[in-house]
């Protein structure tokens, strides 16, 4: 089990989840279970370089609003937002968006790395391109 620093549980593991606007002290560890998933694709950084945010607007509307924003290293901010009336499913929902996010940096990265190494190619094979 980890804990954070306070000596609570912590499911995101070293990495600092900064509640903004529309959540309570009290849901903090709700909120935390939720994204708990975003743990090992953020695994690759060093959480001290993580900034990770989660908010919510319209609270008790028909449709609310939760809003993740992350920051890691050599990357540009991503954002995932997800409505839903339900604040627990609009947690998932913005969570599985930012990883799909977080994988297609990872996998455009790769790729831009890859043609980087000169690999052979179709044209000249034995060859840097």
């Known amino acids: ?14 990495y600092v989840l900064h509640m903004g606007v529309g959540f309570v002290a009290k849901e903090r560890p709700h909120v935390l279970e939720a994204l708990a998933a975003l743990e090992p694709h953020l ?16 609270r008790g509307r028909q449709e609310q609003r939760v809003t993740l924003r992350t920051t890691l290293p050599g990357h540009p901010p991503l954002v995932a937002v997800a409505d839903n009336r339900d604040i627990t499913r609009a947690l998932h ?29 179709i044209r000249h094979p034995g060859t840097s391109a």
């Not at 695994?43 to 319209?58: G, K, M, N």
């Not at 913005?94 to 297609?104: G, M, N, S, V, W």
């Not at 940096?105 to 980087?116: F, G, I, P, V």
């Open 1 to 14: 089990m980890r804990r954070s620093r306070d000596g609570t549980h912590n499911p995101l593991g070293e």
């Open 43 to 58: 695994a690759r950084w060093d959480p001290l370089d993580i900034s990770l945010e989660v908010s919510l607007q319209d």
């Open 93 to 121: 929902e913005a969570k599985h968006e930012l990883i799909r996010q977080i994988e297609h940096q990872k996998s455009a990265r790769e790729a831009m790395h890859n043609r980087k190494l000169g690999h052979d190619t």
